[in-house]
């Protein structure tokens, strides 16, 4: 909450627009409920959604909870797909909208160590796909996000800070920013953002699960 109001802050004074926020835990089962009401209640129509809220649980999956796996099932994979169902209708009225799923170079890769992670990512991208052609020839664009490893508080929440992958592959968020933004405004189906994470991807493609597996294992450590 005190993150939010922060925002909020910074935000109004640097931008001198209105910032409102709604304050919720996404994996609950009525959180689309929860924040239709609050813009009901603001009578508040959507432009933009991204869907960008996000964890991970990494580690073998015989050793990784099940409870926060079902919760990032419920956050990645339920909480996005309803969100959207309910935003859609609103930018259909106007003919216009931009909706960002933020999914992950795992959306790629299925990987050792991440399953339930790299999963809820491939239906994120899997699901922005085919929304992508529903809405082809309309002014709403769907885009795919695909960041990979990237300097945020994800990588230290998942205590995966001190891989390889962190340590020699990272991103600063502001840079994938400045690459997507004006991928999404001139409605960009995928956005891969940094050299390295489209050559990881290109190389996923052609080569066998076996080798993507063992590179996946090694850049874990
Ligand atoms: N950073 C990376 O290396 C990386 C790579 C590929 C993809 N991604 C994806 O990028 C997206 C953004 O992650 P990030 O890197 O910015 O990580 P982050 O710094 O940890 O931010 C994640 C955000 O999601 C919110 N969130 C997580 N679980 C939630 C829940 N159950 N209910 C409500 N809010 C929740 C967090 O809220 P709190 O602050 O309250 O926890 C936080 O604002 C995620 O979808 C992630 O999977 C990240």
């Not at 909450?1 to 931008?15: A, F, P, T």
């Not at 239709?36 to 432009?47: A, G, I, M, P, R």
């Not at 769907?142 to 990237?150: D, Q």
């Amino acid at each position: 909450m005190e993150k939010l109001k922060r925002q909020q802050n910074d935000l109004q004074s640097q931008y001198h627009v209105s910032v409102k926020y709604i304050a919720c835990e996404l994996t609950q089962s009525n959180a689309v409920d929860l924040i239709f009401e609050k813009l009901n209640n603001w009578q508040v129509s959507v432009d933009f959604l991204v869907n960008n809220a996000g964890f991970n649980e990494c580690g073998l999956f015989t050793d990784t909870d099940m409870e926060q796996e079902m919760k990032m099932i419920d956050l990645h994979i339920r909480f996005v797909t309803q969100l959207t169902k309910r935003i859609l209708p609103m930018m259909k009225k106007n003919n216009y909208g931009r909706v960002v799923n933020v999914g992950s170079t795992g959306s790629f890769i299925p990987s050792p160590s991440d399953a339930v992670y790299s999963a809820t990512k491939a239906y994120i991208m899997s699901f922005s796909n085919a929304l992508y052609g529903e809405f082809k020839r309309t002014g709403i664009k769907i885009t795919s996000l695909c960041p990979g490893a990237t300097e945020t508080e994800f990588a230290a929440k998942a205590n995966i800070q001190d891989t390889l992958l962190f340590k020699y592959a990272v991103m600063k968020p502001d840079s994938v920013v400045e690459i997507a933004y004006p991928k999404l405004m001139k409605g960009k189906r995928l956005v891969i953002p940094g050299i390295y994470n489209k050559l990881l991807i290109f190389f996923s493609k052609i080569l066998p699960v076996g080798v993507t597996n063992s590179l996946t294992i090694t850049m874990m450590k």
